[in-house]
């Protein structure tokens, strides 16, 4: 069964270096979406990209995020200067479309800004 | 502004009893609702979703939700739990219904004991 994964696992990085959170969606799928979660606290939505564009963005992903589709199979999340604050659980999800459309979500990357 | 409430931090369950998590919901007009389940190591798995029609629906791995407007709840029911559903359980509620921003519950850990 296809399946949504991302790499790495778990990045530890300093404060004010660059981190780049990588996913590969599942391959037909045209939505592509990041999430984060900040430990015990909900799941947040970040931002969602379609053919190529940011389709919506939450007041998180400020321009210290980017979001990236390098080739056909890869989706990016850069943080350019990361922060304390930015230490979460990143998800990666994708989907074939917008409003009911499912959502598969990736086991996630855990980064932490130390 | 649309918003999900989820009271219970953790539940235990014994397994083979019944099971209902809560979850309330804050949306202008009719809401599109999710339940997701997360196992530890997983992303995110969706069980099942609501935007219309039939206030109960039935989702993967037995478990079924009902919608009641009257009192803004989504909550998300199995008659007889397994070991292998403790997990942590998330309602979601899609931002606007042309949209793509899932705005998530804090999420419930369901513990199964023997």
């Known amino acids: 069964e296809p399946e949504v994964t991302q790499t790495p696992s778990h990045q530890v990085t300093q404060m004010g270096q660059e981190v780049i959170l990588r996913c590969v969606p599942i391959?037909?799928?045209?939505?592509f979406y990041w999430y984060r979660q900040i430990l015990g606290q909900k799941v947040e939505f970040l931002v969602s990209?379609?053919?190529?564009?940011?389709?919506?963005k939450s007041e998180i992903f400020d321009d210290q995020f980017s979001v990236e589709r390098p080739d056909g199979s890869n989706f990016t999340l850069k943080i350019r200067s990361t922060k304390l604050e930015d230490s979460a659980m990143y998800f990666c999800?994708?989907?074939?479309?917008?409003?009911?459309?499912?959502?598969?979500f990736g086991p996630g990357t855990r980064l932490t800004v130390l | 502004a649309q918003s999900v409430t989820q009271p219970d931090i953790h539940i235990t369950v014994s397994e083979g009893a019944s099971l209902e998590l809560r979850c309330n919901y804050s949306?202008?007009?009719?809401?599109?609702l999710f339940w997701y389940v997360q196992s530890p190591g997983q992303g995110l798995q969706l069980l099942l979703k609501?935007?219309?029609?039939?206030?109960l629906v039935q989702g993967i791995k037995g478990f079924e939700a009902e919608f009641k407007r009257s009192q803004s709840s989504f909550n998300l029911r199995k008659p007889s739990v397994h070991w292998s559903d403790a997990a942590e359980y998330f309602c979601?509620?899609?931002?606007?219904?042309?949209?793509?921003?899932?705005?998530f519950g804090k999420g419930t850990t369901l513990s199964v004991s023997s």
């Open positions: 990209f379609y053919n190529n564009e940011i389709s919506e």
């Open positions: 999800a994708s989907g074939q479309g917008q409003g009911l459309n499912e959502q598969f």
């Open positions: 609501y935007f219309s029609g039939d206030t």
């Open positions: 979601a509620v899609l931002k606007n219904q042309a949209g793509t921003a899932l705005i």
């Open positions: 949306y202008g007009a009719t809401p599109y």
């Open positions: 391959s037909n799928h045209l939505y």
